[in-house]
């Protein structure tokens, strides 16, 4: 039974909120065992659904929820650590809204009608705004605040552009269910004029969500000041989901012969988001609010590979999964670096490979992934997506795109080196140096989830296996895209 | 003459509108919003030709989380924290009515060019919808004061409700519950934040939240 796999972090979320902190923090990672055990079961035997007019299996479900399920056991046992380190006062509220958080994404991925779609993806804001509230400061509030202002507003776009689907099926005589998978095999007859404002719509909607400039504004202040494990989530898979809104959305759009439209969307989305990244990751200063910029520039990516079509929507998918991988290592090993030096600038790091030798082999691993070096498989991604861009003419947009690369290295390795080998400044602001490593201790909860990761990614590179690899071809055939 | 009492009807949204664009207190505006919520939750009634035992049902409960549940959080939200009552406006008061006139005036040229059969018999009911989405993106963006701008948003999805009313292929009421759901949980965590920030900043205007920038 399908709903199952979301249906548990539900009751188990709900049960976290009143049980004793030791109990809720096991539970959490019972949890996500229970759920990668269900969500591989999913993949085994893809069952049809109970409701099945509002949810369905579909191959590009399959792939996110594949990575939320695993990322999820990852971040919860890391969590453990991390709450033991902390102690927060509210910490049942911060468990119990993890598990929400996890329900929420897990029916994005399983929803098939179009309207539920937008239920769940509404729902993940209102899950996960108490976890960037957690810290209770000034700063995490106004943080909450925007996110869930932007974002509420975004999303109310998108239900507009949801309306504007029903409108488009009125007009054309279409009676199928309002559901992707009844919609896709019918598209040729839906109004285009409708369907084209709903994709924009959608598109504007859900690339709130997702981070697409220009409507990134909030994601850069919800990562840095949420909790580590929660920014890990937010930025590994939460963004992922809003891109699922989108493709879903794209599937029709191609279905209706109108991928030339769509993809010139998603390309300047793409390339604007790239861009902004550019700019903004010179001048960081602060080391999270640097990798969520780094997210904005990996959720362009993914948009302008699935604009481009054909090897960019493969490249597009393999980029959106060891995106997830790296960037969540990365957030989470952000958390060791901030619990070590107690300080989000940059400029008050430094010698962290002499400090935290682990958390600093799993920092410069993921900053060397995500930066696209040749054995991780980001750069997979990436060629394929610069490959397909020559082939179909979009020449502007590859050189752009390799420009905006180049300058997001330079001004990522510049702070990454500072972080890793710079001498800390002593303006007097930040804790003397010697303070430093006596309160933080590199425990192995601390460190090898995000080894594990990094190792599955380094994996996924030289070995696909054969369900996996039939699937992502599933998944970018519908929107035109394959190997070719 | 149903017809007639939906347009009536449709010209008290517009008539709110105006009013929100014109209150300066806070206590007002939750009221005119209040009186929105209502007027736009009943339209149904008088659109749809006969309506199923369901459709009554969800009707009712739009009408009591629209109409009384939202605006009354809001009051006890702005009631326990004794908020500054201006809603600080950014665009001023006099302008802001013009441009809503503007704004509605556009929406009703715009909706005679849009070719939509369902609704046709009513003259007002897309450009009420337009209205409604604009003017509330207009709150948002015109006013510092946060809970207007929570207001803004309320009426931003009382526009798009209106317009999901007008279509008839419409989703099961189940999934139109669902967003109704949605929104209103949206809006009791607005809410809540709205008390943090009057604790944390002894203030709801949002130019004191302007610590995060690059």
Request: glycine share 8%; charged share 10%.
């Amino acid at each position: 039974m399908v709903e199952l796999v979301f249906v548990t972090p539900f009751v188990t979320g709900l049960l976290a909120f009143v049980l004793p902190k030791t109990l809720s923090r096991q539970l959490l990672v019972f949890t996500g065992a229970v759920h990668l055990v269900l969500s591989l079961l999913l993949w085994k035997n893809s069952p049809r659904a109970f409701f099945a007019e509002y949810f369905a299996v579909t191959p590009e479900g399959l792939l996110s929820l594949l990575v939320i399920s695993l990322l999820f056991f990852l971040i919860s046992i890391y969590t453990i650590g991390y709450l033991k380190a902390h102690q927060l006062k509210s910490e049942n509220i911060f468990t119990g809204f993890m598990l929400l958080f996890l329900s929420t994404m897990t029916m994005v991925t399983l929803s098939d009608h179009i309207m539920v779609l937008w239920i769940a993806i509404e729902a993940t804001t209102l899950a996960s705004a108490p976890l960037i509230y957690t810290h209770r400061s000034g700063a995490s509030l106004e943080a909450t605040w925007k996110y869930v202002l932007i974002c509420s507003v975004g999303i109310a776009m998108a239900l507009l552009g949801s309306l504007f689907l029903t409108l488009s099926m009125e007009l054309g005589g279409v009676t199928a269910a309002l559901s992707f998978s009844a919609l896709s095999p019918v598209a040729g007859q839906l109004d285009p004029a409708w369907l084209k404002a709903g994709f924009i719509f959608i598109v504007v909607g859900y690339g709130t969500k997702m981070g697409l400039a220009p409507m990134h504004t909030w994601l850069p202040d919800a990562h840095s000041e949420a909790p580590s494990p929660a920014s890990a989530l937010l930025s590994g898979v939460l963004l992922n989901c809003a891109y699922l809104g989108i493709f879903k959305t794209n599937k029709i759009m191609v279905a209706a012969g109108l991928s030339d439209f769509s993809g010139t969307i998603l390309i300047v989305f793409g390339l604007l988001s790239i861009v902004a990244a550019a700019t903004y990751i010179l001048k960081q200063t602060e080391y999270k609010r640097m990798l969520a910029y780094s997210s904005i520039e990996n959720m362009g990516i993914i948009a302008l590979g699935t604009g481009i079509g054909g090897l960019g929507v493969y490249g597009a998918v393999i980029c959106m999964i060891h995106h997830s991988l790296i960037k969540s290592s990365l957030f989470l090993s952000s958390g060791n670096i901030l619990m070590g030096y107690k300080d989000r600038l940059i400029a008050n790091t430094g010698q962290m490979a002499k400090k935290m030798p682990k958390t600093f082999v799993a920092f410069f691993a993921g900053f060397a992934g995500i930066s696209g070096f040749p054995p991780f498989g980001i750069f997979i991604g990436e060629l394929f997506i610069i490959m397909a861009a020559f082939k179909t003419g979009h020449y502007l947009a590859a050189v752009i795109f390799i420009f905006s690369l180049c300058v997001i290295f330079a001004g990522f390795a510049r702070q990454v080196m500072a972080i890793c080998f710079g001498t800390p400044a002593d303006t007097g602001d930040g804790p003397s140096s010697d303070l430093k490593d006596e309160t933080f201790k590199e425990t192995p909860g601390l460190v090898w989830p995000q080894y594990v990761l990094l190792l599955t990614s380094l994996i996924l590179c030289f070995f696909i296996p054969d369900a996996l690899y039939q699937t992502i071809v599933d998944a970018v055939h519908a929107i035109g895209g394959g190997l070719q | 003459m149903t017809l007639y009492t939906v347009d009536t009807l449709l010209s008290l949204v517009l008539l709110s509108v105006l009013f929100a664009f014109g209150s300066s207190r806070v206590p007002a505006l939750i009221k005119v919003m209040a009186f929105q919520g209502i007027v736009v939750s009943i339209i149904p009634f008088f659109i749809t030709p006969d309506m199923g035992t369901g459709a009554v049902i969800f009707t009712l409960a739009t009408l009591v989380i629209r109409g009384v549940i939202i605006p009354l959080s809001l009051h006890l939200a702005i009631k326990k924290v004794a908020v500054q009552r201006d809603v600080a406006p950014i665009v001023g008061y006099h302008a802001s009515l013009f441009c809503g006139l503007a704004l509605i005036v556009a929406a009703a040229v715009i909706s005679r060019y849009l070719n939509i059969p369902s609704i046709s018999d009513s003259a007002l009911l897309f450009p009420a919808a337009i209205s409604l989405l604009v003017t509330g993106m207009f709150l948002l963006m015109a006013r510092r004061n946060a809970i207007a701008m929570v207001i803004g948003y309320i009426m931003l999805e009382n526009g798009i409700y209106l317009t999901g009313t007008t279509f008839s292929t419409q989703a099961r009421h189940i999934v139109e519950f669902g967003i109704l759901l949605d929104v209103l949980a949206g809006v009791m965590i607005m809410a809540i934040i709205l008390q943090n920030i009057k604790q944390t900043f002894d203030d709801v205007d949002t130019s004191l939240l302007r610590t995060l920038k690059e």
